[in-house]
């Protein structure tokens, strides 16, 4: 066997170990964070269904190239007990729109939550896909001032899986292909 051939092999094989080696990076997470802060806990003096609601000021954009991640968020606020919050569509500022303040003429019940919304408790997680999203804040029924409600929301990004797996087989193709260029499994055939 060539020299050359052996040297080639390494392509392959290396190129194998790259991907397994993301796979691998993967199952820890690339990136991850704590993004902190503060929205007004609005106030909800009569039933909730007749409470008006508050919206983000602008949409939070998720690009088509996050179908290859996995973006997962997990948001909690420091008064839950008197407020809530979720995730909507951004199609919603067209008929909710926010005014100035932030205030929509909308109540709770005029939304589909994504993730979130008045009748959650606790953690709210979600994992973030391509398209355009608002946050929509409200009060809970009975709570009367307005106060600052702290917000933090954790982050963390690692490959889908369905990407991962492709990863993994390419990786595992490779490296054992890379293998067999170098040390051949299959002996030669001797004529009689």
């Known amino acids: 066997m060539s020299i050359m051939v052996r040297i080639s092999s390494l392509l392959p094989f290396t190129t194998g170990s790259i991907c397994l080696?993301?796979?691998?990076?993967?199952?820890?997470?690339?990136?991850?964070g704590t993004i902190d802060d503060e929205i007004p806990a609005l106030p909800c003096v009569g039933p909730q269904e007749e409470c008006a609601t508050g919206m983000s000021e602008s949409d939070l954009d998720v690009p088509s190239a996050f179908l290859l991640l996995e973006v997962n968020l997990e948001i909690s606020m420091q008064m839950d007990d008197?407020?809530?919050i979720?995730?909507?569509?951004?199609?919603?500022?067209?008929?909710?729109?926010?005014?100035?303040?932030?205030?929509?003429?909308?109540?709770?019940?005029?939304?589909?939550?994504?993730?979130?919304?008045?009748?959650?408790?606790?953690?709210?997680?979600?994992?973030?896909?391509?398209?355009?999203?608002?946050?929509?804040?409200?009060?809970?029924?009975?709570?009367?001032d307005i106060q600052d409600n702290a917000i933090s929301t954790e982050w963390s990004?690692?490959?889908?899986t369905w990407f991962e797996m492709m990863l993994a087989f390419a990786g595992l193709g490779l490296?054992?292909?890379?293998?067999?260029?170098?040390?051949?499994?299959?002996?030669k055939v001797k004529k009689d």
């Open 21 to 32: 080696l993301l796979v691998l990076v993967s199952q820890f997470g690339f990136a991850s």
């Open 175 to 187: 490296c054992a292909s890379g293998l067999h260029m170098a040390f051949p499994l299959i002996g």
């Open 86 to 144: 979720g995730v909507v569509d951004s199609g919603y500022a067209i008929t909710c729109p926010p005014g100035e303040t932030g205030l929509t003429n909308c109540t709770a019940g005029e939304y589909d939550f994504i993730a979130g919304g008045p009748d959650h408790d606790g953690v709210i997680e979600h994992t973030l896909e391509p398209g355009s999203l608002r946050f929509v804040t409200g009060g809970d029924s009975g709570a009367v």
């Open 157 to 160: 990004v690692k490959l889908a």
């Open 82 to 84: 008197v407020a809530w």
